[in-house]
């Protein structure tokens, strides 16, 4: 029975997975970020690692999450499972933490770092599915908005927790992972506990969804286009660190850019959401992609510490505008049976086309100027909204129907 009311009815129309899903990832991510920032320092100032080492760590660990995320979505559609394999997902990452913390060469650190991603790949899909399934249609994107923002506040959380205790313990890196485990297993007592899933009913073999897009029509596929054009754009957030330093921002105060950043995006989910539940998830997500052209185009000719730290705050609100209102928008145009199957196949797409994203931005950065870098990722924001307008116009002489979408 879903809940019909709750804080300024703001929690209408889903029911408490949802809430205590925001909690997981609260966590979790709270973990995680007392864990990721000090990776790299970790193996160059500890273990005396090169770059191209810890290059080549994060390569492969963010790869790892981004193709496992459709094969999860895949499994969990085929299973009719959601809980197990985000408890297993959320517990893979949690395992990670104890050999971070007892590492003692840069081969641990890769075992550790690809077990933490290998976990996200597997628990991000039937997230995304148990979040779509446990509210109401109308009330999609600000479901997905509150999801973001617990998120990102476990974001700001766990780097202030992680720097508070390298102050009080003289850079004790190897405490802060053993610490961290701590909240993580909160995350695994909360999904074990208290995340609900519907039985179903056990579908035939021959019947069971196979891992192809012919389950999904024009909307998805052309939605997917859509994302994968603007990510190409849409590289590292090291090069806006990079930039803020190149117009002046002392290294000190970076992390503190970064916090603001992150605190407006946490703060402007929950109110983009609930715009976009009244006033449609697309006018949010586009507002989102004219945002971003601007935000960027903004880096690309200021120089200007002041114009940084105010462009850094509107790409929180940017932040805001795009992330959960696109997995909303998604669950409304893919079928029942295969939605997490939809939200692993978008997100592996979008995660590896942020590969080549940075490839190029770092390219532009080294070969032509900072400011191609941000040329072209402005340049790439406003083709996707133009495919996008595109995209809404083409939908209006298609409208999907209740009975419509039940035949995709």
């Known amino acids: ?10 929690t209408r129309g889903f029911n408490k997975n949802v809430v205590i899903t925001g909690l997981v990832s609260f966590f979790m991510d709270a973990s995680s970020e007392m864990v990721y920032p000090l990776a790299p320092l970790f193996l160059a100032n500890v273990l005396g690692a090169d770059k191209a080492i810890i290059g080549l760590i994060e390569g492969i660990a963010e790869s790892t999450a981004s193709i496992l995320k459709v094969f999860s979505g895949w499994l969990s559609d085929r299973i009719g499972s959601r809980k197990w394999l985000m408890a297993t997902g959320y517990s893979l990452a949690v395992l990670s933490r104890p050999i971070m913390a007892i590492s ?18 597997v628990r991000t899909a039937p997230r995304d599915a148990i979040l779509a399934e446990s509210t ?30 390298l102050g009080l313990f003289q850079n004790n890196y190897r405490l802060v992972f053993w610490i961290s485990i701590i909240p993580g297993v909160i995350a695994v007592l909360l999904i074990v506990f208290f995340i609900t899933e519907k ?5 035939p073999a021959a019947e069971r969804p196979c891992l192809t897009l012919r389950h999904f029509n024009w909307r998805f596929r052309l939605f997917i286009v859509i994302a994968v054009i603007f990510a190409f754009g849409n590289s590292s957030d090291a090069f806006l660190i990079l930039k803020a330093q190149q117009a002046g921002i002392k290294p000190t105060l970076i992390p503190i850019v970064y916090l603001i950043f992150n605190l407006i995006y946490a703060f402007s989910a929950i109110p983009a959401g609930m715009a976009a539940d ?7 997500i586009l507002l989102g992609l004219i945002l971003f052209a601007f935000v960027y185009y903004g880096f690309a000719v200021t120089g200007d510490a002041r114009v940084v730290w105010l462009l850094f705050a509107l790409y929180g609100i940017f932040m805001g505008l795009t992330e959960g209102i696109q997995k909303a928008y998604l669950a409304t145009i893919i079928p029942q049976d295969f939605k997490a199957t939809a939200f692993g196949v978008y997100n592996t797409v979008v995660g590896l086309a942020m590969l080549p994203a940075s490839i190029i931005g770092g390219w532009l950065w080294d070969h032509v100027s900072s ?5 072209f990722g402005s340049a790439m924001a406003a083709v996707s909204a133009a495919l996008f307008v595109a995209f809404i116009l083409t939908e209006k002489g298609h409208p999907v129907t209740e009975s419509s979408a039940s035949k995709i």
């Open 1 to 10: 029975m879903q809940e019909k009311r709750g804080l300024f009815g703001f």
């Open 104 to 121: 003692g060469s840069w081969h641990e650190v890769l075992a550790s770092r690809f077990i933490d991603r290998l976990g996200k790949g």
């Open 136 to 165: 109401e249609a109308a009330y999609l994107a600000r479901a997905f908005s509150l999801h973001r923002s617990m998120d990102t506040m476990g974001a700001v959380a766990g780097p202030l927790a992680a720097f508070s205790i």
């Open 199 to 203: 039985k179903k009913a056990k579908t």
């Open 278 to 284: 009244r006033f449609g998830k697309k006018r949010i």
């Open 371 to 375: 400011s191609a870098t941000f040329y």
